[in-house]
C-alpha cells in the first residue's frame, strides 16, 4: 500500500540524526578489496547503468518510475563530479535526496537511482519499488555509486510491508536486511545472488554455467539461529590505560553503517534456548560489569539433550530449559554460555547426533541441516546413466566436527575428513563413536587441505570429494593439488557464493597443466539465514572428458 511522504517520515530511523556533516569526515575513496561488498556492488550498477543507457540513449540517467520528482525539490550539491559523467555535480554528503530502488544487491542492500543522474545510491532496508528519502553518507566516484542511509519511505513498493517486521531493532542493527518482504520474495532475491555471483566472478562463458535451481527454503524463518555472539565494548579512554566501567554498556550487535554497538534485549532469529540465554547473560554482565576493565563477546550456543519418551527423565521439566516433546523422544535445550574448550554443545541431525566445542564452528540453522545434507546425499553420486566403476571413496575437505563424514559415510566403503583444527578433529573422531563408525570407515586427519592429496592413494575414478571451505574459498594451490589428483566428482559447499563462483570457475577452465577439469552438473541456493542477504551455495561438479575449449564449442552448437 502506498504511503505518505508524512507517513514515511514517521518511520526515520532514531540514529540518523547523530549522523551529520558536522559531525563526520568525509572519507577519502579507497581501492576495492577483495571480496568486499565494494567488489560486489561494483558489476550490479554498470549494469544498472548499461540499462539506463540502452533505454534512453541520450540521458545521464534515466531512472525507472521515478514519477514527477522536482530535482529543486533536493538537495545543495558539491563541486565534485564522476568521473565517467564530468557534467554532474553530486550531492554534499550529509545532505538527503529523493531516490527510487530499482533492486536488490547482493549485499541485501537496496540499489536505488536519482533523477537525471548517473549516480546510484546504495540504500539499505528498501525494497525494489521503493520510492525513499535517503541521506548521502560517500561517493565513490569512479565506480558511479554513492552509499546513503535510508531516511524515510515516500511511496511504498508493492513488495514492501512494514507490518512483516518482527523485531524492533529493524532499520538499526545490521544482522536483517529482509523483514520487510515476504519469504518467497526472499528465496527468489537469493537466486539471484546466485546467478550473479557465477555472471561476475566465475570467468566462464554463459554456456557452460547451468540454469541455477531454485533456493531452497529454511524450514524456520524466525528462531532458528542455535548460535549468536552479541558483545560490548571496552570503557571509553585512551587504550593503553587501564579503565572501569562506571556504567552497563550496550550489549549486542553492530549498527548498521557505523561502528557503534547496540543495545540488543532481544534476537527474534534465535532459538528459543538462545533467546533465554542471552536474556541470562545480560544480566549476569550487568550484575559483574566491576570485573570487566575491557569489551568482551558473549558467547550463546543451543545445546540438545534427547530421551525417549518412556524414559523417566522425558517427564522431567528443568530449570532455563526449552522442552520439545516428539512423537518419540522428548529434547531438552539449554544454552551453553562458557567459551572455553571443555565447553561441548550436542545436537541432533535426523538419527546422527554431534558434539562440538561450543565455541567452534557448526552449522548455525539446525531446521535446515536434515533437507540440506539429504540433497548432498541424492547429488553426491553420478546419475545410473553415467556408467563407470562405482564411487567407493569420500574426502571431506575442510571437515570441521564431521558434518558431511559422518552424515554420507553409509554410501561409501571409507570416508577421510581433513581440518586444520586440531580440536575439531577430535570432536569429529568423538562424533563418529557415537554415531557407531568404525575408523576404518570414518577416518579423521589433522592437518592442512593442502596437504590432503600428498598422501591419498584412492583410485580417482572411484573418488568424490567435498569441499566446504571458510568464507575466502579455496586458495590457488589446493586448488591446484585437487585439479592433479583429478577425483571424479566434486561437491562444492560454501557460506560465500561469490568466492565460491571463483573457484569453481578454476575447476571449469582447469589449469592447463595437464591436471583435470570439470563441468558444472547443477547450482542450488540453500537459505540457512532466513531475514538476511546471506546465501548458502552448493555446486556439483563432474570431470570433464574435453579440453574447455572443445567444451565451450560443443555447448554452443547444442544451444545455437
Known amino acids: 500500500m502506498a504511503q505518505t511522504q508524512n507517513e514515511g517520515t514517521q518511520r526515520k530511523r532514531q540514529f540518523q540524526g547523530g549522523r551529520g556533516s558536522k559531525k563526520q569526515k568525509i572519507k577519502k575513496e579507497k581501492a576495492v578489496k577483495e571480496g568486499s561488498n565494494q ?49 554532474e555535480v553530486l550531492p554534499e554528503p550529509f545532505t538527503e535526496i529523493t531516490v527510487k530502488v530499482v533492486e536488490l544487491s547482493s549485499t541485501g542492500d537496496g540499489l536505488a537511482t536519482h533523477v537525471g543522474s548517473k549516480q546510484v545510491y546504495v540504500v539499505p532496508f528498501t525494497a525494489p519499488g521503493d520510492l525513499v528519502r535517503a541521506k548521502v553518507i560517500q561517493h565513490f566516484e569512479s565506480e558511479n555509486y554513492s552509499l546513503a ?37 526472499q528465496l527468489a532475491h537469493k537466486k539471484t545472488i546466485v546467478e550473479k555471483a557465477y555472471k561476475n566472478f566465475s570467468q566462464l562463458p554463459p554456456e557452460l554455467i547451468p540454469i541455477i535451481g531454485d533456493t531452497f527454503g529454511s524450514p524456520l524463518q524466525y528462531g532458528y539461529r542455535t548460535k549468536l555472539t552479541p558483545h560490548f565494548d571496552a570503557p571509553p579512554g585512551p587504550r593503553r590505560q587501564k579503565k572501569m566501567f ?63 519418551n518412556n524414559s523417566p527423565e522425558a517427564a522431567k521439566s528443568p530449570d532455563d530449559t526449552i522442552k520439545l516433546i516428539g512423537p518419540t523422544h522428548t529434547d531438552f535445550k539449554t544454552c551453553v554460555t562458557d567459551p572455553g574448550n571443555n565447553s561441548l554443545s550436542t545436537e541432533y541431525i535426523d538419527d546422527f547426533v554431534f558434539t562440538s566445542i561450543a565455541n567452534s564452528f557448526f ?28 564411487i567407493k571413496y569420500f574426502i571431506d575437505a575442510y571437515s570441521g566436527s564431521g558434518l558431511f563424514t559422518i552424515t554420507l559415510s553409509s554410501l561409501f ?43 591419498v592413494t584412492f583410485p580417482t575414478d572411484e573418488t568424490v570429494v567435498v569441499l566446504d571451505p571458510p568464507r ?9 593439488q585437487l585439479l592433479q589428483f583429478g577425483p571424479r566428482r566434486v561437491v562444492y559447499v560454501s557460506c560465500n557464493v561469490h ?24 547450482l542450488r541456493g540453500f537459505d540457512f539465514f532466513p531475514q538476511t542477504g546471506h546465501v548458502e551455495g552448493v555446486a556439483v561438479l563432474s570431470r570433464a572428458e574435453k579440453p574447455f575449449e572443445a567444451e565451450i564449442e560443443a555447448e554452443i552448437k547444442a544451444d545455437p
Open 149 to 185: 542511509d535510508f531516511v524515510s519511505v515516500i511511496e511504498s513498493s508493492p513488495l514492501r510491508d512494514d507490518s512483516r517486521v518482527n523485531c524492533k531493532y529493524w532499520s538499526k542493527c545490521a544482522g536483517c536486511q529482509f523483514q520487510i518482504l515476504d519469504y518467497p520474495t
Open 499 to 522: 568466492t565460491q563462483a571463483r573457484d569453481v570457475g578454476v575447476l571449469v577452465r582447469g589449469l592447463g597443466n595437464g591436471g583435470a577439469r570439470y563441468n558444472i552438473e547443477s
Open 246 to 308: 562506571t556504567e552497563v554498556p550496550p550489549i549486542g550487535f553492530m549498527q548498521k553503517g557505523r561502528r557503534i554497538t547496540l543495545d540488543i534485549e532481544d534476537c527474534p532469529i534465535g532459538t528459543d534456548a538462545v533467546r533465554m540465554g542471552m536474556k541470562r547473560e545480560r544480566l549476569r554482565v550487568a550484575k559483574e560489569i566491576d570485573k570487566y576493565s575491557k569489551g568482551a563477546t558473549i558467547l550463546l550456543r543451543e545445546s540438545t539433550r534427547r530421551e525417549l
Open 363 to 390: 552449522q548455525n540453522n539446525n531446521s535446515i541441516l536434515s533437507p540440506f545434507t539429504q540433497y548432498i546425499r541424492d547429488n553426491i553420486l553420478p546419475p545410473e546413466s553415467a556408467g563407470g566403476p562405482k
Open 39 to 87: 567488489e560486489l556492488w561494483g558489476p550490479e550498477v554498470r549494469a544498472i547503468l548499461e540499462r539506463q543507457r540502452l533505454l534512453d540513449p541520450a540521458s545521464p540517467a534515466s531512472p525507472t518510475d521515478n514519477g514527477d520528482l522536482n530535482p529543486a525539490n533536493d538537495v545543495p550539491t558539491t563541486e565534485s563530479v564522476s568521473n565517467n559523467n564530468p557534467q
Open 413 to 455: 566403503e571409507q570416508s577421510i575428513g581433513i581440518d586444520i583444527s586440531g580440536p575439531s578433529i577430535v570432536s569429529a573422531r568423538q562424533n563418529a563413536k557415537l554415531n557407531n563408525l568404525s575408523p576404518s570407515q570414518c577416518k579423521f586427519i589433522d592437518a592442512d587441505a593442502n596437504e590432503l592429496f600428498k598422501s
Open 472 to 480: 575466502k574459498g579455496c586458495d590457488e594451490s589446493f586448488l591446484n
